[in-house]
């Protein structure tokens, strides 16, 4: 199934969407697995393969694709989520400088 999909077009291969969403969000919480992926994404991270949304760059929905293109928005006919978080999920930045952060720890943000 994965190889059909990534076989749509050159977009499909490549980052569309990145969300860090916290373990502790109003969705998550209900402890509901709604089989919606527009509710369901808002329970967990989650990435998607393939199109970029314009609207989430800035001026981004009064862009054409070529400057959406230009600008890093990646263009492919599929947009499909894959949910990655949890309570377990720890995430840790890498800054240029080689400082680490933590960002998240069991599932939730660290501020």
Excluded at 4 to 24: I, P, S
Excluded at 25 to 40: Q, Y
Excluded at 73 to 93: C, K, R, W
């Amino acid at each position: 199934m994965l190889e059909k999909l990534l076989a749509n077009d050159e977009g499909a291969r490549y980052l569309g969407e990145v969300a860090l969403v916290q373990d502790d969000s109003p969705i998550s919480n209900t402890g509901i697995l709604f089989n919606e992926t527009l509710f369901d994404e808002n329970a967990s991270c989650h990435f998607a393969l393939g199109r970029a949304y314009a609207y989430a760059m800035r001026n981004g929905s009064n862009m054409t694709q070529e400057e959406l293109t230009a600008k890093g928005a990646n263009f492919s006919l599929i947009h499909v989520d894959f949910m990655v978080g949890g309570p377990q999920l720890n995430i840790t930045a890498y800054e240029k400088n080689g400082n680490v952060v933590e960002l998240f720890k069991d599932g939730n943000w660290v501020f």
